[in-house]
């Protein structure tokens, strides 16, 4: 069964960068129908879609982010991971990784978002 | 402020039938698919619905996605205590030059 797992620091200063990584088990981080994510969720307040990528490096990010988030893969770890820089108080959240379907046809893009990791709460302060 | 609306709160008794809407507009819901998520309190959310209508291995059929236009609706019957959660509507957004995915502001459902 496939599982993920975020991981990294709890806490980072202001203006710094924020480095998390998603560890894919059970299985390939390679499969050719998804996409892999990040989506955070600051507390008491609804989720936000950070950015996502494919095995292949391909990538899409959410345009208010675009600026501060790079999101990266290691298929030999099978791992992706995310880094947001210049962080202010206002990216405190929970942050969670994701399996996406994600894929466009005539009908439309299709996109969900099927297994998702526990989640890990990133403090930004001093 | 999400381009996607949602109702605050929505409240109902056990075993009534409570509806979530979803609203969007012809950049998002109106041409594309949508998807919707349980979040148990303290927990990461969860796929309920997907491709507007489908439901992943292991949701009940008490759960059930439709839409019309540019609105979707989640659906649940037979309420329980457990189905006590926020919900969230999510689809991609093609208003900006550059698309994205987005989710709803999210709806407390109390079973009173």
């Known amino acids: 069964q496939l599982q993920l797992q975020e991981s990294g620091p709890g806490l980072v200063k202001p203006s710094e960068t924020l480095s998390l990584t998603c560890t894919v088990s059970?299985?390939?981080?390679?499969?050719?129908?998804?996409?892999w994510g990040w989506i955070r969720q600051p507390p008491g307040k609804g989720l936000e879609w950070i950015g996502s990528?494919?095995?292949?490096?391909?990538?899409y990010y959410n345009p208010s982010l675009k600026s501060r988030v790079t999101i990266s893969v290691d298929t030999s770890k099978n791992q992706f991971s995310l880094k947001l820089s210049s962080v202010t108080a206002a990216d405190t959240a929970v942050y969670y990784c994701?399996?996406?379907?994600?894929?466009?046809?005539?009908?439309?893009?299709?996109?969900?978002?099927?297994?998702w990791g526990q989640g890990t709460m990133v403090t930004v302060s001093s | 402020q999400s381009v996607l609306t949602q109702p605050p709160s929505v409240s109902a008794a056990p075993g009534q039938k409570v509806t979530i809407s979803c609203s969007g507009s012809?950049?998002?819901?109106?041409?594309?698919?949508v998807s919707w998520y349980q979040q148990l309190p303290g927990t990461a959310p969860k796929l309920l619905i997907y491709?507007?209508?489908k439901r992943p291995s292991g949701i009940p059929d008490r759960f059930s996605g439709s839409k019309s236009g540019t609105s979707a609706t989640l659906g649940i019957t037979g309420l329980q205590t457990g189905d006590e959660a926020d919900y969230y509507c999510?689809?991609?957004?093609?208003?900006?030059?550059?698309?994205?995915?987005?989710f709803g502001g999210g709806t407390k459902l109390t079973v009173l």
């Open positions: 990528i494919y095995y292949s490096g391909s990538t």
């Open positions: 999510g689809t991609w957004d093609s208003s900006l030059s550059a698309g994205r995915l987005v």
């Open positions: 491709d507007n209508n």
């Open positions: 059970g299985g390939s981080i390679s499969s050719s129908s998804y996409y």
């Open positions: 994701a399996r996406i379907r994600l894929r466009m046809d005539s009908s439309g893009w299709y996109n969900a978002f099927d297994i």
């Open positions: 012809s950049s998002n819901i109106g041409n594309n698919y």
